[in-house]
């Protein structure tokens, strides 16, 4: 009973080291709700990929059952990207893990994004999209054993931005 009692208090103190850490960060632009409504109507357009990481040994996690993100491309969106990922058009952030405070971030924010599911091959699928600037995201990760009762978190957030116009299929491979 006591080496139960220790293991737990063990795994208790090493679950306490690894807690994410919090990054704050005070934002420069306004959200322009007008512009991220006009971008989230419905348009003639579309946008399909495939997200995936690629592992040291050579094997390949995607996106699978993961949500990706559609975000129209505002001043607040553009200035969140570069916090993330540290980047414009193209990043990935293996950081992701950590947990960052945007202040402000207007409801509005989280309601102007689309959302769709990473198939089982890890493609993924929007329609109906107007012309104009978006950021894709999405989020891919998987454990790793670390010691007996230890896991260690891989993987990140992707991010591209798209630009579609005029009836496009715009096709996307996202990696980092």
């Known amino acids: 009973m006591k080496k139960i009692i220790a293991y737990f208090f063990l795994t208790c103190c090493l679950t306490a080291c690894q807690l994410p850490q919090v990054t704050t960060h005070h934002m420069k632009n306004q959200f322009d709700v007008q512009l ?7 348009g003639n357009n579309s946008i399909v990929g495939n997200a995936f990481f690629r592992q040291r040994g050579g094997g390949v996690v995607t996106c699978a059952g993961s949500e990706v993100l559609l975000i129209p ?3 607040y969106s553009k ?3 570069r916090i993330l990922y540290k980047m414009n058009e193209n990043g990935a952030n293996v950081n992701y893990f950590s ?3 945007f202040i402000p971030t207007p409801p509005e924010y989280y309601k102007l994004i689309k959302r ?4 089982s091959s890890g493609h993924f699928k929007f329609d109906n999209i107007t012309d104009g600037s978006f950021f894709v995201s999405v989020l891919i990760s998987w454990e790793t054993p670390s010691g ?4 260690v978190k891989n993987g990140g957030a992707l991010m591209k931005e798209v630009k579609v116009q005029g009836g496009e299929k715009k096709e996307i491979i996202m990696t980092p």
């Not at 769709?116 to 198939?119: A, L």
């Open 73 to 75: 491309e505002t001043a």
């Open 99 to 101: 947990y960052y405070n």
């Open 36 to 42: 991220a409504e006009k971008l989230m109507k419905k």
């Open 79 to 81: 200035e969140r990207m």
């Open 148 to 151: 007996r009762y230890m896991t």
């Open 116 to 119: 769709t599911v990473c198939d």
